[in-house]
């Protein structure tokens, strides 16, 4: 796991790290809230769409990362000129290890998102 971090790009894998844990945060915040009964529906509805927004952003980074680390490999292929297609296929796959993370975090999201909106549901 540690090796894809750092294939991925220390960076970019840091950026949405970081996006994971900010969600993380919130939504923990928000069972905690929906537990107590401290918010009123409007408010839950606006930290659900919070905690959803969150996953969305981290899924258009994980994306906007694949397509800088393409375009670096691009402009590599450019400047070489005959790349093999091992050596393309090796580009592709670790391009899309930032997606990959993304798209993990916009479904930890979702998941996240179902069950509060679930046990809101049931503690009416």
Known sequence: ????????????????????????????????AIKKG??????IRIKLKTIKSIGLFGLILGIFTQLMG???????????????PALL??????????????LVIFLFSYLIWFGLTALNLKSK
């Open 70 to 84: 393409l375009h670096g490999m691009f402009l590599a292929i450019e400047e070489i000129g005959e790349v093999s």
């Open 89 to 102: 296929a090796g580009g592709l796959k670790v391009s899309l290890i930032a997606t990959e993370y993304g």
């Open 1 to 32: 796991m540690i090796d894809l971090f750092y294939a991925g790009d220390p960076l970019y894998m840091g950026l949405l790290t970081l996006v994971l844990f900010i969600n993380m945060v919130v939504a923990t915040m928000c069972f905690v």
């Open 38 to 43: 401290e918010l009123t529906i409007d408010e």
